[in-house]
């Protein structure tokens, strides 16, 4: 396997990164996760424009251009039809200090691909989920390399016995630790508005659309916790966890406890494509 770091492209194993590199004192850096089905980038341009929002958010200078190189020779190198693409920007290499590094030193980009396969038993039997408290920093909306709170509570989900951990600030829920989470009630789609406290998910966006497309009211507006438990549908999006029906939330069931009407109807609606 092909990987890409600082300017060069490397078998996956002769990459060393270097350990100035901001990425791995501060997390000081953005990412992003693409989608590549049957050799073709999905919302390729969606995942390059968030980019270089986030990285705008933290003041890296990213050129889109040179990005988008990048991740088409990832592809074409290491000929996977159907993987995940990872890239991330850092702010660079310098001596260990909060202040920015000195004039001069440049963002380093590090990018590796894995194989993997539709999760299509989590599509079609659904996850469960718990919720907990949001208590990550103000600016969800950029796609920051500092995960710790998200991977912190994942892993509580998981300890649970859940695949995901739903959260919200005050009864209000925000998203998943991975993941944008909507609610069907009385046929009307629900889901938190694109602001600073959400990453605004390009599957969210995509799922938007569909379910315009297919004349679902769509909400866009925070909702709380009991809400969602006593939803007709929930279900959770992502790259690559796509659309992920949620059958129960803190062990309460949801509607039947399976898949949902709508739920489907999105996923038969997704894979066809707009
Ligand atoms: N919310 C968070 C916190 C995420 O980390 C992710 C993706 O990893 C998402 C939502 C879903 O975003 P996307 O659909 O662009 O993969």
């Known amino acids: 396997k092909i990987s890409y ?58 050129d889109k251009d040179e990005i988008r190189h990048i991740m088409i020779q990832m592809k074409e190198k290491n000929k996977l039809p159907n993987a995940a693409l990872y890239i991330q920007v850092s702010r660079g290499i310098e001596g260990r200090t909060h202040l920015f590094p000195k004039e001069g030193v440049k963002p380093v980009v590090l990018s590796f691909i894995n194989k993997i396969e539709r999760p299509v038993d989590a ?41 995901e951990a739903i959260l919200h600030r005050d009864g209000r829920v925000t998203e998943g630790t991975s993941t944008n989470v909507f609610a069907i009630k009385d046929g009307v789609l629900h889901t938190h508005e694109a602001n600073n406290l959400i990453l605004n998910g390009i599957t969210r966006q995509y799922v938007i659309k569909l379910a315009q497309a297919l004349d679902i009211p769509v909400k866009e507006e925070a909702f709380t916790v009991d809400f969602l438990k006593e939803a007709d549908e929930v279900f959770i999006t992502s790259t690559t966890q796509e659309i992920t029906p949620v059958i129960s939330v803190d062990e309460v069931n949801i509607g039947d406890g399976i898949a949902g009407e709508v739920t489907k109807k999105l996923q038969d609606a997704f894979e066809k494509g707009i």
């Open 5 to 62: 770091y600082n300017g060069e492209f490397l078998e996956d194993d002769q990459v060393a990164v270097d350990y100035n590199d901001r990425a791995v004192y501060f997390g000081d850096g953005v990412y992003e996760v693409v989608r590549i089905y049957d050799n073709e980038i999905f919302t390729f341009e969606e995942h390059l424009e968030r980019l270089v929002n986030s990285a705008k958010e933290i003041r890296i200078k990213i």
């Open 123 to 163: 599509m079609r039997e659904g996850v469960k989920v718990v919720t907990r408290d949001d208590y990550r920093w103000l600016k969800c909306h950029i796609k920051s390399l500092n995960l710790l709170s998200n991977t912190l509570l994942k892993q509580e989900a998981k300890d649970s016995g859940a695949t």
